[in-house]
């Protein structure tokens, strides 16, 4: 949690601590991104009104970082337009203050969900393009002119080999990648990054 008042700090320690949620309490954005790098991936819950560096600044910050953890804000009486701007950021949800202890652990409850969601797809990602790095250069072409929506034959022409070892480098990647379908091949192609293979210009 992130917030400038410690009194609303000790509050939120209580709270998490209540629910049997670990938290660690920072007086300010730059303390919180200063400790980023040694920060189990969490929800953040941060308040929008600090002075120096705001909640919307730490947000932005956080996205200009790629750090997809869950962000919910906190916003004080009139802030809801701030909050919207919070929202357009990327922040899950917002609570205005005073706020109940019903309402933080919803905001987190689905902080969590969506973590775990972020986490999952994040090794599906990295598992495929892992898979992908085992292809010789020439299945990878051939996935790549498969991904751009080529028949084996045009796949023969653009690459210069005959339809046969296409049929062959296609047979090869299917097991390299341990995939049993054309769509399983071209849903862990688009996972792991790969890019289709340019076609070109008519």
Request: charged share 25%; proline share 4%.
């Amino acid at each position: 949690m992130v917030d400038d008042d410690r009194d609303v700090r000790l509050m939120l320690s209580y709270m998490l601590g209540e629910a049997s949620l670990q938290s660690r309490p920072f007086a300010s954005g730059a303390d919180f991104l200063a400790a980023l790098p040694d920060l189990a991936p969490g929800c953040v819950l941060l308040d929008v009104r600090m002075p120096e560096m705001d909640g919307l600044a730490v947000m932005t910050e956080l996205t200009r970082r790629s750090v997809g953890w869950p962000v919910v804000f906190m916003t004080g009486h009139g802030e809801v337009p701030v909050a919207v701007e919070a929202m357009k950021l990327g922040a899950i949800d917002f609570l205005q203050k005073p706020f109940s202890e019903e309402a933080m652990l919803a905001g987190f409850e689905r902080g969590f969900a969506l973590l775990e969601e972020r986490s999952a797809a994040a090794s599906r990602r990295a598992d495929a393009a892992a898979r992908i790095e085992h292809l010789t250069s020439r299945e990878r072409e051939v996935l790549q002119s498969l991904l751009a929506g080529l028949s084996n034959k045009l796949i023969a022409d653009r690459l210069g080999i005959s339809l046969r070892t296409v049929e062959m480098h296609r047979s090869n990647m299917m097991v390299r990648l341990g995939v049993d379908n054309l769509a399983e091949a071209l849903t862990l192609a688009m996972e792991g990054g790969l890019a289709p293979l340019r076609t070109k210009a008519g």
